[in-house]
């Protein structure tokens, strides 16, 4: 019970940081994108951000009122990144990067939770197009204050530097998401290639070391992110990661995993099922006993039946143009054309997730208990 009370404690004193560093204005004139977090862990947390010309920065972080530690971030350039280490688990932090002479905002975050601790976190995606429609949906995350956000892809229309920076604006200084929670995403078919690595920060883990696909745990869930828009056949090096990664010890001990990628392979919308996924990927999600697979790219929301264990889920609600539904398919459990965000709980073995609109409604909900 004290344990519970301390977490509780340190969530809310995290959550009242963050809302208290929302940038009203932004300090750093020559910061380009402000900086936005992700690789999170138990003891670490990754920062980046981007000047407009090549510079030295600087990153400085301390626990909660608590003393500064400043770290040069080496050689001038125009991205810069930032993995802050030797930190206490499930603990808040404050932060403010430094380029040239200007200063961010105070930030913070929270380092990854202990494997029994309850923790929530939200999945969405396309969030390309109408920028007032994605800024609703960030709203309406951020009153839901989770511990991790997941995009499916199309998180811009294409590959251009001004559609990169409106993300970045919206993410980061329209909203508090970016700076505040770590954000964490695969690629979409409208921003395949180098630029998308070169604006977002993912876990390397595979054994080519890149960020295309990866996976992490947070609390007692085993996240995967793969790759639709590169080769995942069974000949693939994808594909064989894939199976490596599913049935490695980290994720058979997990009580959830959680897999997410663009392209659905179960589908009512226009761009409809992929087949060649749902021959290929699907098989390997319920014989692994995958709880949930998340996609995009049919801007809607639907959630199928159970199918071998496993539920798909189209969350491609979260800016880019609604789409209508094309088909009828028995294996559908909901579906609702609708600008939208997925709410995650998990609490112990218990995990819960709800469909809710900008507007807080709360439209559809799924519960997976494991015994």
């Known amino acids: 019970m004290e344990s519970n009370k301390t977490f509780i404690s340190s969530v809310l004193t995290c959550l009242l940081v963050s809302l208290l560093s929302v940038p009203a204005v932004v300090l750093a004139q020559h910061v380009r994108h402000l900086p936005h977090l992700s690789c999170v862990t138990q003891h670490s947390m990754t ?3 981007t000047s407009t010309d090549s510079v030295e920065t600087k990153i400085l972080w301390r626990p909660v009122n608590g003393a500064w530690t400043a770290a040069t971030v080496p050689g001038k350039r125009v991205a810069h990144s930032f993995a802050i280490d ?6 808040c932090f404050q932060y403010r ?9 105070q930030y913070s975050f929270m380092t990854a939770i202990k494997p029994d601790e309850p ?12 920028r007032d429609a994605h800024v609703s949906v960030l709203r309406a995350i951020e009153l839901e204050n989770p511990k991790l956000v997941i995009n499916t892809g199309d998180l811009v229309g294409k590959n ?50 890149s960020p295309a696909y990866y996976s992490f745990e947070y609390g007692n869930v085993h996240f995967i992110s793969l790759n639709s828009e590169i080769p995942f056949d069974s000949s693939s090096d994808q594909f064989r990661w894939l199976l490596d990664d599913v049935q490695s010890e980290s994720a058979r001990k997990s009580t959830f995993k959680i897999a997410y990628w663009h392209r659905p392979p179960y589908s009512s919308g226009p761009h409809g099922s992929e087949m060649r996924i749902r021959s290929v990927l699907c098989p390997v999600m319920e014989s692994n ?5 998340f996609n995009g790219h049919d801007h809607l929301y639907e959630r199928t039946k159970a199918i071998n264990g496993t539920t798909y889920v189209v969350t491609g609600g979260g800016g880019a143009p609604l789409y209508d539904f094309k088909t009828e398919n028995e294996w559908t459990a909901y579906k609702e054309k609708t600008y939208h965000l997925c709410l995650i709980s998990v609490e112990g073995k218990r995990l819960k997730m709800f469909m809710i609109r900008p507007d807080g409604e709360k439209r559809d909900s799924l519960t997976i208990s494991k015994p």
């Open 86 to 91: 030797g930190l206490a688990v499930s603990s």
């Open 47 to 49: 920062v980046a951000w």
């Open 160 to 209: 251009t530097d001004s559609l990169w920076d409106y993300y970045f604006e919206d993410i980061c200084a329209k909203t508090g998401i970016g700076q505040n929670i770590p954000v964490y995403s695969s690629p979409g078919n409208h921003e395949a290639g180098a630029m998308y690595f070169d604006n977002v920060l993912m876990p390397h883990n595979n054994p080519a070391h």
């Open 119 to 130: 923790f929530a976190f939200v999945v969405y995606g396309d969030t390309r197009s109408n």
């Open 97 to 105: 990067a430094v380029v040239g002479n200007d200063t961010t905002e």
């Open 289 to 293: 006993g995958v709880d949930i697979v």
